[in-house]
């Protein structure tokens, strides 16, 4: 048990470092940081705070983005799982009793967090830095909508896709398809926040109650995330997984 133990630690260090050291890896998390960068570049004007006001719910649309942009920056993530069962990695460890198929899910889960982590920090460090400099202060509104919101739905939504991902790769022998990069599995990861960002722009009521809606939003994604999760436990259980 303690050297299964021993070798689940070692396994999540090498995937993490792997993650920021290799292109894949790398190229993943500087698009989840260099997007809204340019993005904040190209449409920065100074502007005073009497004008926040006027600006109404368009303060929010960089909050509600932000957990796409983190999601994008995780996608490196599926590449590296793919990468490694094709290779035949999964197998040694396995076959040497050494790592459980629920300590390789949940390395790329954890790997996943801290990747979203840092790219989040990073967003939101620019974000801060960028209205302050624009307006002099950030409306607590929007501060808490980051707290119900941006955090929260920057994590379910790349973990939801990380096991989307790591599921249909371990589930069936082909490449390509949602645990490809770039594939359906990060498309499942961006789908909330687009979604929400269509009521946001379509719909007055949610304009008016986007603290409300981006809180129960919130909420339905995490019973989304424990449902999913659930499933892949199940399987893991039955020994579907990893075949």
């Known amino acids: 048990m303690k050297e299964t133990s021993s070798a689940f630690r070692y396994f999540i260090r090498f995937e993490i470092l792997r993650t920021f050291s290799t292109v894949y890896g790398l190229m993943y998390v500087f698009l989840g940081i260099l997007i809204p960068l340019i993005l904040y570049i190209s449409t920065f004007q100074p502007l005073s705070a009497s004008s926040l006001p006027s600006l109404g719910f368009l303060l929010f649309l960089v909050p509600i983005m932000l957990p796409l942009f983190s999601q994008i920056g995780s996608s490196g993530t599926a590449y590296l799982f793919s990468s490694d069962r094709a290779n035949g990695v999964y197998e040694y460890l396995l076959a040497s009793k050494t790592v459980k198929v629920s300590d390789i899910f949940m390395t790329y889960s954890i790997s996943g967090i ?15 830095g960028s209205d302050s400099i624009r307006f002099l202060t950030v409306p607590w509104e929007v501060t808490e909508f980051i707290i119900i919101f941006t955090v929260p739905i920057s994590y379910f939504s790349t973990l939801i896709s990380i096991l989307s991902m790591l599921t249909w790769a371990s589930l069936t022998k082909r490449y390509p398809g949602v645990n490809a990069p770039g594939g359906i599995g990060t498309i499942i990861g961006m789908i909330p926040v687009l979604v929400f960002f269509i009521l946001i722009m379509k719909y007055l009521w949610f304009q008016e109650n986007i603290i409300f ?31």
């Open 114 to 128: 801290i990747i979203t982590s840092v790219i989040l920090g990073v967003n939101l460090a620019i974000f801060y």
């Open 213 to 243: 809606a981006g809180e129960m939003f919130s909420v339905i994604l995490g019973v989304i995330f424990v449902i999913l999760t659930v499933t892949v436990i199940r399987l893991m259980s039955n020994e579907r997984m990893l075949p």
